[in-house]
């Protein structure tokens, strides 16, 4: 039997970093039945003729095109954009498809390796698109008001690294299956929600099965198949593994392909042990932040928006405890009911945020001699992720522990040769610990290995961490940009002034880089072919020297030059107050927003609580014995601050 000759389109199909590019889907336009692809290209059913491409899908298309009514919706992989054609009622060549593109454009604040990507298809109900990209970030968009309602990372326990096959990042588009979303990660775990307007979660499940497949070795079963409902049942798929699921009864599950070895039996979906919660992240904020993370200035930004801070407090009045853990300008952070603190001259301290008890301790000593410029060891803030603690010192020793204090591993990075010694934080982006050396290095979080070294010049202050135009990239305190994925550096001093004896952190908002040295400045950034271009929006002089970093709210820039409080107009520079402080120097502690107040203090152990706005308004002044360096962190209603020796817990 013959088959009668078809024609064979040329399509330009990128290679998708999951097995293929997805499903095609059919369509219809004026009667004429149409192919969708997933790589933007629209083609004539009859003789499979191209009647539209999109140039703006990249060429690592992923997901598969939803038609919804006379709309075809879908996702390029790297761009966060949602691209809604609109088909037309008769069919031309080439093919007329009005396109609306909606940003999927999420903060800064989500530091996973997969982050910009969607290999997820959306799923359209009732006039709301539900996204849901690799690292977890669920995005509901209104498509008739082409509007993001909310953004939510997901708890779904999600397997990320940046090598493991066609189940790396999240590729399970959201399914609705009755009345409920379901929402799959890549290692076993889901979220069932309510769909509508607001987040409303109705159930947390997890599928543990250990398998062994291949050369990757005895661990947890992976997962990149849609769901499928029959019935009372849903149907989910692993690597080795079909499961059926039931409610109210124990999964079952079949081979579904050879294995070297016998996996273990199936066990029933049960709910997802959490590690304890960190109070940083509640409420709003979890629709922006990561769960569990949690660094320098919490997460570069100095704003605590979801707490009920105290505004008085002295050695005697508000102190809920305090706890000795040594001298240092490190800030604290919090990992559910544990801080974490470092001291001089390489001591982590693991403290109960209950009743300040030590639980553990750890020292690391610097090996070998250490540069003439290195008098302080206990500079850099620690971070967490919640489930780990990775500390740097300046001393170049880095290291990672598990809550309970076990050392999980230990590196090394030259350091800086600064003239006050190091100072800048790790960071935790893309899947990779930055560590701000002699050179910006990116170190594999789970093992300490070095996977890049960026040639540029470090200084004091933290990197920022942004995204642009999917990209994710590192700003440091000297202007310059790097590529988190392999270390390129897309571009270098982007604005004047940066350097000398001043150390804060520059602040991103957007594509908009915020410098506050002895020169403000705000720097708008693009990026085309690969490149980081970056054009100056202002820049004004300030009366001092800037030492610690600014916070920036509602169109405001606040920063202390000298011993001075200044409120710029973010967008324009224009100063909007300046106030002369009558504190003793230094300002170290950098500006933190905790709720509806702004806490400014020096190194003496005074703190200014203000109200921040264009009118100066201080709602009270505290003092402790002893002061430090280091900045506020808070939770809830208490606030965690050092002076001297001393770790202190404030609040009711």
Known sequence: MSLPSTRRPEIKSGACRSSSTKAPIRAEAGGVPLIALGNGTVLRA??????FTNPHMGTQACSSPVVDGAQILQTNAYGMTLFVHSLPATVGEPLNMPTQTISLATTSAFPHYYLPWYMASPLVHEGLAYLLNNSGVLTVIDLKESKILYQKMLDLDQFQTANEGASRGI??????????????GNNGGAVVMEPGRTFKQVAKNKIENV??????????????????????RLYVRGEGHLYAIESGAAASSAKT????????????????????????????????????????????????????PPTEWSEKKNIKWQAKVGPGTSSPVIAGDRVIVTSEPGTISCVSAVDGKVLWSAHLKAEGPLPKEIKELARPTPLTDGRNIYVAFSSGVVASYALDGKEAWRSKVEPAKLAYGPSASPVLAGGKL??????????????????WKADVETHYGTPAIFSLNGTLLAVNAKGAVVRISDGAVLAKDIAEGLGGDQAPTPLVQGNIVYFTYSRASAVKLSMADGKVRAEELWQEDLPGAVISSPVLKDGMLFVAPGVQYHVLDAATGKALLEKPLELDPNIYPSLTLAGKYLYLGNDKGTMLVLEPGKVFKQVRQNELPEGSGASPVFSGSHLYLRGGELLYCIGP
């Open 434 to 451: 930055l560590v701000d050396g002699a050179r910006l290095t990116a170190l594999d979080p789970a093992s300490g290995k070095e996977l």
């Open 171 to 184: 590729g399970i588009s959201p399914t609705l299956g009755g009345k409920h979303i379901f929402l799959l």
């Open 46 to 51: 009859a003789d499979g003729k191209i009647l």
């Open 257 to 308: 392909a050879p294995q070297p070895e016998s996996p273990r039996p199936a066990a029933t979906p049960k709910a997802d042990p959490k590690p304890a919660p960190t109070p940083a992240v509640k409420g709003s904020e979890s629709d922006v932040f990561p769960p569990g993370y949690f660094g320098w200035r919490r997460n570069g930004s100095g704003q605590f928006p979801d707490v009920t």
């Open 211 to 232: 398998v062994s497949i291949g050369h990757w070795g005895e661990r947890q079963e992976r997962f990149i198949a849609n769901p499928v409902f029959d019935g009372k």
